[in-house]
């Protein structure tokens, strides 16, 4: 059925002017008799608990003709007869009513984000290394999600992060996690976003920026830390808040393990040579308004200059959020801050380098937010040339300004500048102008 | 064996930190409710069996929390979670019950109950389609605001807590009877109140009170949303002003968490009342739910005078 006719039928069907919906009451008041006849003859009526049935609740579905023995079988006959023809004539007249379809329901729940970008850069080349950064002057599409989730079984829950770009579709994330661990532990398996941090682990979706902090895409490359692989958290019975989270992943890719095997596709030859992350996560609820959540972050792999030299990035996250709930108020005051310090062996040397950024936002009003940033990265302190980024020589900084107008929270349109201060070259301005929108389930949004 | 020596005072920390923060020998059904009202009504009904928390604050607008992790914590060691359901909580509940490791409290959790199935739901659209707004498919979650369906949450939750607690049924059962004849009465003593203002118009900020204005026969001629959880526009707000003038409204209600500017302006111009109505009981502050009711009531009868 198509969903048009489908909508005639259901909003048809809630119409009571209509000759349906009268045969339908008919047929419930038959079929009542039928029932009191029923529960009288064989028990003792009792008083309901239950609320009256909704008005609007869904057809009622087509009883099993059961004669009464204690009724008149005749009579029970005739009007088993009557109501098959009325059914039998209804189902002539009009398709059946849209909902619920046994089995549809079973759908995962789907929502479509997509997000486009105009941009404009001061130079030809510019350094933007998110791989959903607006990356030529002009119109960009920076990515079509599709995030679908639902439970599997009691035992485990899917989801799926699945996007659209304009070279292909990519499958960032397909995991399962399990619901029902004992102890307070949870693993999740399949291919997902490493919680090293605090930015990583999220979806552009959730930014207060057109683009990526630079640490992430130098660091781990353009889609962040992921990768295929298994991951055990925990959280601990102290007081307080307290995750203790422990992940193996695949060290392979250019785009999401850059800084261990990365492009170079070296076979694993012992089960050290996977990408080992654990990290400790806190939070403290200073009062019902202000929020501390804090991180510390260490991801460990053998590096693409071989397997013996191997790569640590440790790392610190800090997010405190003032959000007033005790009085009537739409404004939200967030600062996050983060620092990814990098140990890379390299034959015969140590590459050590520190990256990271901090930003506020600032929603102002209802609709409105706007926001700041400050990107830095310091040169690989050798005096030599970094195998992944010879031309890193210098420290190189970026700030960013954004404004975002918010016309539900199911759409936004965000205008950002930034000028970027690479030790090496030139600056370089750009600027984008930036919407989202989304469609379908209503997605959960974590803290 | 030197080197290890260091351990055992971190292993005696460690264990000291799990016995304090180990529950109470006392087996209280521990019961976390994600409005307060809901949380209210699970106090009367568990007595002293239980111990209730409430997600939100009555301050607080239940479509737009937090998922703080602190609250992942209450969830990994709640009996039962008490929601209100028909997608109010969507949002940011599911994030936190999938958190919380503890299958008790997942939507097929056996401490799981959504009280939007046990009550008639209002508004509940065509069509479902954000163009109309931010509507609620399954209906208004609102329903709070009316006794009796507050009456049929009780109802479900004394259920609720049997199935969970079954030696304390009987308790359970006799704290509903008291707080259902409780209800009854304050609901009469409610109406009668609200009695000569039946048929009354009354203009709103939200389709949030349509359970109570329904209840006490007031109507509800206007939204100053143009369409739900979209900010009203100057257009939008001129023509509430003039229905408001030509209809000669007396109250102009919201809750206490929406931004109250506009209703004052509308207040003003027509001239009618700004009614600001608790967005739930007070449960931090001991407040119970027919307390919580009574300042609903009276705000609305000070309004319409």
Known sequence: MSPAVAQAAASSFHDPNTERHVSARSRIRAWAAIAILAVTSTAVAQPSTEPPPEPESEPVPEPVPDPDPAGDPALDAELAAALAADAAAEAKAQPPPAAPVSGSVMNPDISFIVDVAAAWFGEDEHLQTGGHDPSKNGFNLQQVEMAIGKSVDPYFRFDANIVFGAFGVEVEEAYATTLALPRSLQVRAGQFLTRFGRINPTHLHAWDFVDQPFAIGRVFGAEGNRGAGVELSWLTPLPWYAELVVSATDPVGEGTARSFFGPTELPLETPLDVQTTVALKQFAELSPDWSLLGGLSLATGPNATGHDNRTDVWGADLFVKFRPITEASTTVVSLQAEVLHRRRQVPHDLLVDTSGYAQVFWRFAARWGTAARWDFGTAADDGGADYLDPEWTEARHRASASVTFYPTEFSRLRAQGSYDMPGWRDGIWAAFLALEVSVGAHAAHKF | ?305
């Open chain 2, 1 to 305: 064996m030197r080197k290890l020596l260091p351990i055992v005072p971190l292993v005696a920390l460690a264990a000291l930190a799990t016995v304090a923060a180990a529950p109470p020998a006392v087996a209280d059904v521990k019961v976390v409710a994600t409005v307060p009202s809901l949380a209210a009504i699970a106090k009367e009904v568990g007595g002293k069996h239980v111990s209730v928390t409430a997600i939100s604050l009555p301050t607080q607008d239940a479509h737009f929390v937090d998922a703080k992790p602190s609250l992942v914590l209450k969830l990994n060691k709640a009996d039962a979670l008490l929601a209100i359901g028909a997608d109010l909580e969507i949002g940011w509940l599911p994030a936190l019950q999938t958190q919380a490791r503890n299958p008790r409290i997942l939507s097929s959790g056996a401490g799981y109950l959504e009280c939007a199935a046990h009550v008639t739901l209002r508004d509940r659209p065509a069509v479902a389609d954000r163009a109309q707004g931010d509507v609620h498919a399954a209906g208004n979650p609102h329903f709070l605001y009316d006794p009796r369906a507050a009456a049929a949450c009780a109802r479900a939750i004394a259920a609720h807590f049997a199935r969970l607690d079954g030696k304390r049924a009987k308790a359970y059962q006799a704290n509903l009877a008291r707080f259902l004849a409780a209800l009854d009465g304050a609901r009469a003593r409610w109406e009668k109140h609200l009695a000569a203002h039946r048929g009354a118009p009354v203009i709103t900020y939200h389709r949030s009170l349509t359970y109570l204005l329904d209840w006490l026969g007031l109507v509800e001629v206007a939204t100053i949303e143009p369409k739900p959880g979209i900010p009203p526009t100057a257009s939008h707000v001129a023509a509430v002003i003039d229905l408001g003038k030509a209809k000669a409204v007396k109250a102009v209600a919201q809750e206490a968490y929406y931004p109250d500017k506009t209703c004052a302006l509308v207040a003003r111009k027509i001239p009618a009342a700004v009614v600001r109505i608790p967005g739930g009981a007070d449960v931090a502050r001991g407040q119970s739910y027919i307390q919580h009711m009574d300042e609903v009531v009276n705000s609305l009868a000070a309004g319409l005078k």
